[in-house]
């Protein structure tokens, strides 16, 4: 399992780290770039999701930079467990964040047609923070399979 891409402490799971942080660092300033999206709970759970989200990301980020600089193994049982547990705790809150604001914005601009009625709602913008809620889940979704992976193979 040492090859396996996308393990922690190598050059795939920091792309993995790195592609969470940016797209959820992403998802937030284009959310809280737009006026109006506090008085909607969906989007400020996506705020809050993608806060945690790119808090953990960054931080397995710089250990992965570490481990890769000083030659680190980061396969042992008892780390893989706790990358396990946040890792699938931030890829469903993500998820779920993601899918919730993805139903305010179909919502606003398919059913209601607030966009249309109301010019001054951003709704591009949370169309496209919500696109890269979903990026920022898949990266955590691939990278919590991976862990698991490596964990069950132990």
């Given amino acids: 399992m040492a090859g396996l891409l996308g393990r922690p402490g190598s050059w795939g799971g920091l792309v993995l780290r790195v592609g ?10 284009l959310m809280g770039s737009s006026l109006g999206f506090v008085s909607y709970t969906a989007f400020c759970y ?20 570490y481990a890769i600089t000083a030659n680190k ?14 890792d699938w705790v931030t890829a469903i809150l993500s998820f779920a964040a993601a899918s919730s604001s993805a139903g305010v914005v179909i919502l606003f601009q398919k059913d209601v047609f607030f966009c249309r009625r109301y010019t001054h709602l951003p709704c ?31």
């Fill in 20 to 29: 969470q942080t940016f797209f959820a660092a992403a998802c937030i300033g």
């Fill in 46 to 65: 996506l705020i809050a999701s993608m806060g945690l989200q790119m808090l953990w990301s960054f931080g397995l980020a710089c250990l992965d930079g």
């Fill in 73 to 86: 193994d980061l396969t042992s049982p008892i780390l893989l467990s706790l990358f396990v547990v946040g």
């Fill in 124 to 154: 591009g913008k949370y169309e496209l923070a919500t696109a890269f809620a979903f990026v920022s889940w898949a990266f955590s979704a691939t990278s919590a399979l991976i862990m698991f992976w490596l964990l069950a193979a132990f």
